[in-house]
């Protein structure tokens, strides 16, 4: 299990951690705050709201899992199945 959705892609079994297009969307906008002058104090801090389940079924069912529980990870949510 890792935390970064890109572990999964590269090869591990599964991913569960925050979606990071959408946590640097908002870092974006809250850098535009800071470079228009708000000060350090009035910055929100904000934590990532949207999370992902990713699971590898090609290496899943390379490393020996059974399919039955392979199928079952994935109908359970997974937000990507590869």
Known sequence: MF???????????????PNLADAWQARRHVCGQD??????GELPVEQPTKFELV???????G??????AIAAAASGG???VM
């Open 3 to 17: 935390g970064l959705r890109e572990f999964a892609d590269a090869g591990g079994l599964m991913a569960y951690g």
């Open 35 to 40: 470079s228009q002058g708000a000060k350090p």
């Open 55 to 61: 699971i590898n079924l090609k290496d899943g069912k």
């Open 63 to 68: 490393a020996g899992a059974d399919d039955s």
């Open 78 to 80: 997974g937000d990507s």
